[in-house]
């Protein structure tokens, strides 16, 4: 579990990530979290401790919505919250399919993200093996 440990991306994966660079802070929390999931994993169990992480993510999330949207504003606003947060999630959970897939040699299948690392020029999984299409 040890690389899960270590979530400092690449600069290729900066760059798809939308070319925003994180903080070193941002990448001390996230390990400091793996850290403890992984220690937790070793005595729950990994599936556990997933579904532990997702509930705590979602409870904190609602927590910071509501403490950041305008009470009167909260009805209306649900729905783009719950949207975004589940697209993040989803573009999140690719980018690391697709960088841990790479990292071990295992094909994860094709990415959501196809056509962004076609258009940032990023290799990676089933793309490496891709012709390079005519027009290019």
């Known amino acids: 579990m040890a690389d899960e440990t270590q979530a400092q991306p690449t600069a290729e994966q900066q760059n ?11 990448f001390d ?19 556990n401790i997933s579904l532990a992480a ?5 409870r904190f999330n609602a927590h910071v919505f509501l ?6 504003a909260a009805a209306e606003e649900r729905t783009a919250f719950l949207d975004y947060m589940s697209t993040m999630y989803r573009r999140m959970l690719n980018e690391h399919l697709d960088g841990m897939g790479e990292e071990r040699g295992i094909d994860v ?4 993200l196809t056509e962004e690392y076609k258009a940032a020029g990023v290799k990676i999984g089933r793309l490496k093996d891709a012709p390079a299409a005519a027009n290019e």
């Not at 997702?54 to 979602?58: E, K, M, N, R, Y």
């Not at 299948?109 to 959501?112: I, K, N, V």
């Open 67 to 72: 403490a950041n949207v305008k009470p009167i």
């Open 29 to 47: 929390c996230v390990n400091e979290y793996l850290e403890l999931t992984n220690k937790q994993s070793q005595k729950y169990g990994e599936k």
């Open 16 to 26: 798809v990530a939308g070319g925003t660079p994180f903080p070193p802070q941002f």
């Open 109 to 112: 299948g094709d990415s959501e």
């Open 54 to 58: 997702l509930f705590a993510s979602a």
